[in-house]
C-alpha cells in the first residue's frame, strides 16, 4: 500500500530517480534549493521507495501552486497522484493558502477537473 509524507525531503538521487522514470530527464542538478523554498512538497511512498511526488510553491502569502506532479512510470493508474494533489490541498490551506493554482496541458484536464479544479483564464510568457 501507497502512503503519503508531507516535507519528506528525499535526496536529489531519490528524486532523479523518480523523475528519469516519470519525464525521461534527469530534472534540476538539486531539488534542495526548491524544496527549500516551497510552502510543502509531498511524497507517495511504497516501503520506502518514493513513486510519487509533488511541489507546492507559493508567493508567501495567500496563491499556492502544485508543481511537478508525476508518479513512477510502474506506479501509474493507481490514483496515486489524486492522493498527492488531495494532500496538497490539504497542507497549502492548513499553512494558511486561500487559492491553489496549477498549470498543466490539455491532455491532463481530465485529471485536474477530476481533482477539483475549475477553469480560469492565465496567460504564459515561455522565457
Known amino acids: 500500500m501507497v502512503g503519503i509524507a508531507i516535507d519528506p525531503h528525499p535526496s536529489d538521487a531519490v528524486l532523479r530517480e523518480l523523475w528519469l522514470s516519470a519525464w525521461g530527464d534527469a530534472g534540476p542538478a538539486s531539488w534542495q534549493p526548491i524544496l527549500q523554498r516551497s510552502l510543502a512538497h509531498v511524497g507517495a511512498y511504497e516501503d520506502e521507495k518514493l513513486v510519487g511526488f509533488v511541489n507546492i510553491a507559493w508567493d508567501g502569502g495567500v496563491h499556492a501552486f502544485i508543481l511537478d506532479t508525476c508518479t513512477h512510470r ?9 492522493k498527492l494533489v488531495k494532500a496538497a490541498e490539504n497542507v497549502a490551506r492548513e ?8 498549470d498543466f496541458e490539455p491532455h491532463l484536464l481530465g485529471f485536474y477537473r477530476g481533482c477539483g479544479f475549475r477553469p480560469t483564464e492565465a496567460g504564459l510568457i515561455a522565457l
Open 74 to 82: 510502474d506506479f501509474r493508474l493507481q490514483g496515486i497522484a489524486t
Open 95 to 102: 499553512r494558511g493558502a486561500k487559492w491553489l493554482h496549477v
